[in-house]
């Protein structure tokens, strides 16, 4: 059972930035999706990036398309999102998740592994 522990979230104003962190107990195949989820109050779970560990297939909901941006750190089992441009409408709880076999599964939201959460609060 693949461990995902989340860091990184709290509180920055409107156009402000923010790094998440997710850090995987393994790394199995290079293929694999991962990526970040998020959710807002009363609202539906949303994509918002995938990448694979070998960082050749990255993909990111339209939403944040332009203003974040997803990477590994394969030798520290890592995943990031870069967070620039943040509006209020980016506050929610961002979720880490990972194990997807390709990126259509990873964004229909069926990876096997999911971290606890780290909550973005952006000010206007």
């Known amino acids: 059972q693949v461990q995902l522990v989340e860091s990184g979230g709290g509180l920055v104003q409107a156009g402000g930035s923010l790094t998440l962190s997710c850090a995987a107990s393994?790394?199995?195949?290079?293929?694999?999706?991962m990526g970040w989820f998020r959710q807002a109050p009363r609202k539906e779970r949303e994509f918002v990036a995938g990448?694979?560990?070998?960082?050749?297939?990255?993909y990111y909901s339209d939403s944040v398309k332009g203003r974040f941006t997803i990477s590994t750190d394969n030798a520290k089992n890592t995943v990031y999102l870069h967070m620039n441009g943040l509006k209020p409408e980016d506050t929610a709880l961002y979720y880490c998740?990972?194990?997807?076999?390709?990126?259509?599964?990873?964004?229909?939201?069926?990876?096997?592994?999911w971290g606890q959460g780290t909550q973005v609060t952006v000010s206007s």
């Open positions: 990448i694979n560990w070998s960082g050749d297939n990255s």
């Open positions: 998740a990972g194990g997807a076999p390709t990126m259509y599964y990873f964004y229909k939201g069926q990876s096997p592994y």
């Open positions: 393994e790394r199995s195949d290079s293929r694999y999706i």
